[in-house]
């Protein structure tokens, strides 16, 4: 037994009382269509029974953490979850200080450093031994203290550049923006004051004007205003800017006397406590630091160089290209017989081909965390984790190959069998064959989703499940069916970038044939998303001079242009499915109309989760309460009062066909269907949901734990509900991302439809059998960042199938026959 986790009689969620035993030790892949249980499986049974056992046997109270429906688990090792959710929002954060590489960086910096005189301008050598006294510069004898590894943190008050504290950037306010300086305050020319607001300001702009006798008039034009009159208006009665006029005067008490805030004063308010999601947050400007040029470090720190490179500038080149540095330092220093980095250079190279393997070298050590996509993020996790040489750990890991090219795929397979080869067992939800061709075992979920899922349709090595009838992933793999191209031939118009020259784009000219499939492909880092969503997207019709090209030609031949990205749908715990496609409004309705609610004079409103009225208050109509657990992330548990219903009893005791509104939002789109077959609109939304393949989520589903797949698939759905007029320009950002192999063939149903109707999409992807099954393609590359940004290949999938220098193009070959 002591070989396998031992799983008995699992009903949490859709699982339908399964008993499985997981083989420790290996390399194990869940699949199964998208919805049928894989993720309840492995985060939800097995992350949170280790999460309560750990609490357990430490002696702390696992109360809060509640027990997964199943009978019994044996055998769990401690786990570690690599999710896809980037959880780290902190705009300090950057790859080189989330992986550690920028520390080792810093400390090489500080050791090896060559600097200027402060004085004379004079390089001064590093210094022979550690903790020398101050240095001499050998030319004008000026002293000066030693560097340390936090001169070099753009983190640290030492090494952070004062202007913008190491941010790289300022925000300021678009004072031009604000102010209509033509124009009296009555006139609007506070450009986002109005109505009866303006009438507000004014009344206590007079009164601060009497109380320091300077003339406040709302019907005076602000270009005749005086330096004092500004001070007020712009910095409020409270601020230095204004005061030093009257220093002897006691600035007015309340708003009534003359309590005036001031323009801008307040502007900065509202930014810092909303976090820069102001109402007015749109008048604020971010512009690189106009004294370190966006280095972040101190002047100094940032002129130190190390074989001829500043800190800085190696934060900017890729991984590929920072690798070929380290490689070329760690020799020099090994031919001169110098031992002194010899573990932080050898350490540092180990870290940065792990992240190159995981199909990650076109980041760069300052790339910013936020902007990571969760592939991105959990393999650079993944690449990290590989050096802490753990064992006897359980694994988690959630769909990892997730926006990576099929030629990464490799690298990221081989991190994970060295994860197993350590002692570890790693267990892996994904859908790419590729991985589960690799997997030692593989466990398959299904049938279907939702209530149609929830088994072990199948489980065993590739060729064991092969052989079973009832594994559809079996099935699939065994027919090899794979999508084949219509070969449309589009309708005559063309788009075209000319020149494109955006981040790393080398001059590119590309053609997008209008009323066809068009597939943008190419490694990660290859610039397709800079021409699709940079470029593209980002263009108005009637414009002519566009940043980052010569010019866009064509796109009087489209009437909407629609962008459907990954990018989070909302983190909003209360924002779910059915809020955001705007299924439960008229739900809400439905109920309010029933005799049952008539009686009780419960309105439309007294079934909102989201009003006081109908919903539980204990709640606040959410089903959880937090509970702090300490040095722990907060814990949501079942509410005790609702019992996680979000309504009071009298709410609940309305029924539509025998569900009331909280059972709504436990059920699934796709369960739902029947209920609505005289509510032609709702059922048309529902159906819509289900082509999309989301009909598995649930109506209650958070729009925070939603994959950047479902939530684009979500966003989809809901632009595909709206009536569109003419030929639609679809962009879609890696649509097939979360899908099992059935399901995207079901997506390229979807998505003929949509061309078929008359419509061009264009999307950015990597599923091999999506861009085969495309008209035309645009493949990018060759490789990523600085090796990347050339138009590698342009036509058919068989055209592209033929070009030698195509990464994509090798992968396309099979589907040639």
């Given at each position: ?104 960086l810093r400390l090489v910096f500080q050791k090896k450093g060559v600097r200027r005189c402060n004085h004379c301008d004079t390089l001064i050598p590093p210094p022979v031994v550690d903790n ?686």
């Amino acid at each position: 037994m002591k070989d396998f986790i031992h799983i008995q009689g699992a009903r949490e969620n859709n699982l339908k009382n399964i008993t499985l035993d997981i083989p420790k030790h290996k390399l194990v892949v869940v699949t199964g269509p998208s919805g049928s249980g894989k993720s309840t499986l492995a985060m939800d049974i097995l992350q949170r029974e280790c999460q309560r056992q750990y609490m357990e046997s430490s002696g702390l109270s696992a109360e809060s953490i509640q027990k997964p429906k199943v009978d019994s688990i044996v055998g769990l090792s401690p786990s570690i979850s690599v999710g896809q959710h980037v959880t780290n929002r902190n705009p300090r954060s950057t790859v080189g200080t989330v992986t550690d590489m920028y520390t080792y960086l810093r400390l090489v910096f500080q050791k090896k450093g060559v600097r200027r005189c402060n004085h004379c301008d004079t390089l001064i050598p590093p210094p022979v031994v550690d903790n020398a006294d101050p240095i001499l510069c050998p030319e004008c004898k000026h002293t000066h203290a030693p560097l340390t590894k936090s001169d070099f943190s753009f983190n640290t008050p030492d090494g952070a550049c004062p202007t913008c504290s190491g941010l790289g950037n300022v925000v300021d306010i678009n004072i031009d923006a604000v102010f209509d300086k033509e124009k009296s305050i009555r006139e609007g020319s506070v450009t986002f004051w109005n109505g009866m607001f303006i009438d507000y300001q004014i009344a206590i702009l007079e009164a601060a004007g009497k109380h320091y006798g300077v003339p406040m008039s709302g019907d005076q034009s602000l270009n005749t205003y005086s330096e004092v009159q500004w001070d007020m208006l712009l910095y409020g009665v409270e601020a230095e800017e204004f005061t030093r006029h009257f220093p002897d005067v006691t600035p007015p008490k309340t708003v009534t006397k003359g309590k005036f805030e001031g323009v801008l004063t307040a502007m900065w308010r509202r930014y810092k406590e909303k976090e820069g999601q102001s109402s007015d947050s749109s008048l604020f400007l971010t512009q690189t630091c106009h004294d370190c040029g966006g280095e972040r470090l101190n002047k100094e720190s940032r002129r130190v160089t190390v074989e001829g490179e500043t800190l800085p500038g190696l934060s900017i080149l890729s991984l590929d290209e920072f690798c070929i540095w380290i490689n070329r330092v760690q020799t020099k220093y090994q031919q001169e017989g110098d031992t002194l980095l010899e573990t932080v250079l050898h350490d540092l190279l180990i870290k940065v081909n792990r992240i190159i393997h995981v199909g990650l070298g076109y980041l760069s050590l300052d790339r910013n965390t936020v902007t990571l996509s969760g592939g991105e993020a959990q393999r650079l996790r993944l690449a990290s984790i590989l050096g802490s040489g753990l064992t006897g750990v359980l694994y988690l890991l959630d769909e990892p190959t997730s926006g990576l090219h099929p030629k990464d795929t490799d690298g990221l397979v081989h991190i994970m069998k060295q994860l197993r080869d350590l002692g570890n067992t790693v267990l892996v939800i994904e859908h790419d064959e590729r991985v589960i061709q690799e997997a030692d075992h593989v466990i398959d979920v299904g049938p279907g989703a939702g209530r149609f899922g929830g088994e072990i349709v199948g489980q065993g090595t590739l060729a064991e499940l092969m052989s079973q009838p009832d594994s559809g992933t079996g099935r699939y793999l065994k027919a090899n069916d794979k999508l084949a191209s219509k070969e449309r031939k589009g309708n005559g118009d063309l788009i075209s970038i000319h020149e494109a020259t955006l981040h790393n784009l080398q001059n590119v000219t590309v053609t997008f044939p209008l009323g066809s499939l068009i597939a943008v492909s190419g490694v990660s880092g290859s610039g397709k998303s800079s021409l699709v969503f940079d470029l593209l997207a980002n263009t108005d019709q009637g414009k002519v001079n566009i940043p980052g090209c010569r010019t866009i030609t064509g796109l009087d031949a489209i009437n909407n242009m629609i962008t459907v990205d990954q990018s989070p749908l909302s983190r909003m715990q209360r924002s779910n499915v059915s809020t955001y496609i705007d299924l439960f409004t008229p739900l809400r309705k439905i109920f309010a109309a029933l005799p049952e609610a008539k009686v009780r004079g419960l309105k439309d409103k007294s079934f909102s989760f989201n009003t006081a009225g109908g919903r539980c208050e204990r709640c606040e109509g959410l089903g959880q309460v937090s509970v702090d657990m300490h040095f722990l992330s907060h814990l949501q548990v079942e509410c005790p009062e609702c019992h996680g219903k979000r309504f009071k009893e009298e709410v609940l005791a309305v029924t539509y066909e025998g569900y009331t509104i909280s059972d709504f939002l436990e059920l699934s789109i796709e369960e739902s269907v029947p209920l609505f077959m005289k509510h032609k609109k709702m059922l048309k939304l529902l159906e819509l949901l289900c082509e999309v393949g989301l009909g598995y989520l649930q109506w209650g589903q958070s729009l925070p734990t939603l994959s950047g797949g479902e939530g684009q698939r979500l966003k989809l759905a809901r632009e595909l509900s709206k009536s569109a007029m003419g030929h639609t320009l679809y962009l879609l950002d890696e649509p097939s991302t979360g899908l099992h192999p059935l399901d995207v063939h079901n997506l390229h149903v979807l998505l003929s439809k949509l061309v078929d109707a008359g419509n061009t999409v264009i999307m950015v992807e990597h599923n091999t059998d999506l861009i085969a099954a495309s008209d035309w393609v645009i493949d990018m590359g060759p490789g990523g960042g600085t090796a990347g940004g050339q138009l590698v290949a342009s036509g058919t999938p068989r055209e592209v199938a033929l070009v030698k220098e195509s990464f994509t193009g090798a992968f396309l070959v099979p589907y040639m026959v």
